[in-house]
């Protein structure tokens, strides 16, 4: 294996129109009891530790608090995911994903993984619907760190295990959408390939410098191109 790739879900894989923040918003309300002031506040790029830790702190609540209440919070979320997706939300690849992922998947030279702010339970019920959770064999997820540059170490560290070889540099790839995905890929010393599939376009993209950025993963080859060269 020459690459450990590291996928993002939310606005690089899929998009599930607003399920998953609509679920996180209503299971803050539900576990804690208070309204959740939520108006201007961007999740893209955070994980779900974090954005339940930065909404309820500045609801009146201590991180003790939070952090005490995250495991139903988890519980009520992945249930409030589920009802959304089977009721009116629909979970869409974004383009070139599938063809990017299922050639990637058939690659001897690449391991893939998911470097994402979602809970591990999350994340499989959103690639799930649309028939992609069987393709990553390693990763870090929101209920590992609430911190997505510690999660950056994580996923490296068990990419390695999985892989029973160490990944330096440049073999270590990280597909993004946000300026924290090129962060995370800045403070390992990796690369990053970005797209602007999520919340993000190319122009508030590329003053942060990443690697690669393209407006989507639809033209595998070049993509390819990015990841081996």
Sequence with gaps: MDRLILFDIDGTILNTGGAGSGAMLEALKEVFGRDVPHEGYRMSGKTDTQICLELMTSAGLSEEEVRTGLDAVWA?????????????????????????????????????????????????????????????RTGAFGDDHHDRHRLADIALERGQQEAGRAFTGKEVVIIGDTPNDIACGQHL????????????????LRPHNPDHLFETLKDTDRILDAIFG
């Design 76 to 136: 009520a979320y992945v249930a409030g995911v589920q009802r959304r997706l089977s009721d009116g939300f629909e979970a869409k690849v974004c383009p070139g994903v599938q063809e990017a992922v299922e050639r990637l998947h058939h690659d001897a030279r690449a391991l893939l993984g998911l470097l994402t702010g979602n809970i591990r339970a999350g994340a499989m019920v959103k690639l799930g619907a649309v028939g992609l959770d069987g393709y990553f």
């Design 189 to 204: 010393g990796v690369r990053t390939v970005i797209v602007a599939t999520g919340t993000y376009t190319v122009e508030q």
